[in-house]
């Protein structure tokens, strides 16, 4: 049985991916703690995460606590994360209690969805499930690897390789024609111009009704009362899973009113 150490630490590395890691590398059957900066030696506004991981003998599959994510999501998760992983800052793909949640008030009514960083498209096999129909799906990823993926298993959905910062500038869809986003994204690990600039590009494309959904490992909603202000948006929480590895909670996104958007 081979036993190795090995050291993930970065300018950006949410707390958040040291959480997941903690859970996720039980998978492989090895154990995780994370170090704050003064422990690790570093400066403040880095994280460093130890990973002691035990490579199992028997190549068998297993599976995660809540009993359906496979070696077909965690094979290309992992690396991808491995080649860039302040780009992908999680340490496993979500789970079926997570895309559950993130897509309990999506249905086939809701019209077109935008998904902001699918991965491995655990919450886009979510939307499906739900009856939306994978020609009104719209996959925006960065991640090379896992464009690639989605266009191979999600063949009838858009998939878009493009920063979702960008997307006031894209013309992806007409205004006001999707009845949700779906939201992937690590916006912790995120500067605030970038978040700002996600919130600011995909609004103009939802209908009055429609709504933004985000999840968070952390304790509150990861976008700042100060920018939902300044957009006029609102956030309320949706609820927790409990049984995703780790526990995350949803949050919907909505207008507060009739008042324009400031870009």
Not at 135 to 157: D, K
Request: charged share 20%; hydrophobic share 45%.
């Amino acid at each position: 049985m081979q036993r190795y150490v090995s050291w993930i630490a970065g300018p950006r590395v949410p707390i958040e991916t040291c959480a997941a890691l903690q859970y996720a590398v039980r998978f492989f059957g090895g154990v995780a703690f994370c170090l704050p900066p003064p422990v690790a030696g570093l400066s403040p506004g880095l994280t460093a995460a130890c990973v002691r991981r035990r490579v199992p003998t028997s190549g068998a599959t297993r599976t995660l606590l809540d009993g359906h994510m496979t070696a077909a999501d965690i094979v290309p998760f992992l690396r991808a994360w491995a080649a860039n992983p302040l780009q992908v800052a999680a340490i496993a793909p979500s789970g079926d209690a997570l895309a559950e949640l993130m897509t309990r008030d999506i249905c086939a009514a809701t019209g077109p969805v935008l998904e902001l960083g699918p991965g491995t498209g655990v919450f886009t096999r979510a939307l499906l499930s739900r009856g939306v129909r994978e020609s009104n799906l719209i996959l925006v990823e960065y991640g090379q690897r896992f464009a690639r993926l989605l266009e191979a298993r999600f063949p009838e959905a858009e998939v878009l390789r493009m920063d979702a910062a960008r997307l006031a500038r894209a013309d992806i869809v007409e205004r006001g024609k999707l009845g949700a986003v779906v939201s992937g994204l690590p916006l912790l690990s995120m500067q605030p111009r970038q978040v700002m600039g996600i919130l600011a590009g995909t609004f103009p494309y939802l209908r009055a009704d429609g709504a933004f959904y985000q999840f968070t490992y952390g304790p509150r909603c990861p976008v700042p009362r100060r920018m939902l202000d300044r957009l006029g948006l609102r956030a309320q929480r949706v609820g927790t899973a409990l049984l995703n590895m780790p526990p995350a909670t949803v949050y919907r996104i909505t207008r507060r009113g009739p008042q324009p958007m400031h870009r």
